[in-house]
């Protein structure tokens, strides 16, 4: 019964990092595509559907954490994906006056890659059993530049839409109303941007010792 259930994990698992590896492609071969042949301003279009589709999935994770199918702390996994989902939803997605803007040709290339070698590491490691030396390396070593242009790309974005989510007042409820409830979402954002002041440099420091214990571990084996 046990072995059962390892091979089911295994295969579901499989299935899950290469599933979403290939939206991750996509997001990266149309981003490339879009930035050569008409520039940054059309990236946002070329890439929607494959970007929301692959980030949303990622949601799947908390609940693997959660129920003890992977074991990444659900403490890290839950505040990388969160913001990946407000980027990807409540501001992208709901501002489109960010969408043309360069940052966002730069967002969703350091996401794609960074998700590409994550995806497909995981993929080899479920299937296999095992993921090459090089791709380990790559696996624990591209955020070291991945990492800071991304974050940098999201605030930027964050930043520029909050003119714009203050004017619209999108997704803020106003009193009175039948709930006695109020909700900002131009502060609310705010809080969101000042999280990432901490934030990141706390990440940054995480995934440096998820990296020098992992290549450390490849070494003595």
């Known amino acids: 019964m046990t072995g059962s259930v390892s091979f089911i994990r295994r295969v579901y698992l499989t299935l899950y990092n290469w599933i979403v590896f290939a939206g991750w492609a996509q997001v990266l071969y149309f981003s490339v595509k879009t930035l050569k042949e008409t520039g940054h301003e059309n990236v946002y279009d070329a890439v929607e559907k494959p970007l929301q ?3 949303t999935a990622a949601v799947l994770e908390i609940l693997h954490g959660l129920v003890g199918l992977v074991r990444s702390p659900v403490s890290a996994t839950l505040p990388q994906i969160g913001s990946r989902l407000f980027l990807t939803w409540g501001i992208l997605y709901s501002f489109p006056e960010v969408q043309s803007h360069f940052l966002v040709a730069s967002l969703v290339i350091s996401w794609s890659i960074t998700e590409i070698i994550r995806y497909s590491f995981f993929g080899l490691k479920e299937a296999l059993g095992f993921a090459p030396s090089w791709h380990l390396w790559l696996r624990y070593s591209s955020f070291l530049v991945l990492y800071p242009t991304g974050i940098t790309s999201e605030v930027g974005l964050i930043y520029l839409a909050l003119p714009h989510i203050k004017t619209s ?4 409820v106003r009193m009175p109303n039948t709930l006695n409830f109020s909700f900002d979402f131009f502060y609310a954002t705010i809080l969101v941007l000042a ?9 940054y420091r995480y995934m440096l010792g998820q990296r020098k214990r992992a290549l450390s571990k490849s070494k003595r084996e």
């Open 195 to 203: 999280i990432y002041v901490p934030g990141s440099p706390h990440m």
């Open 53 to 55: 589709l692959a980030q």
């Open 169 to 172: 007042e999108m997704y803020s």
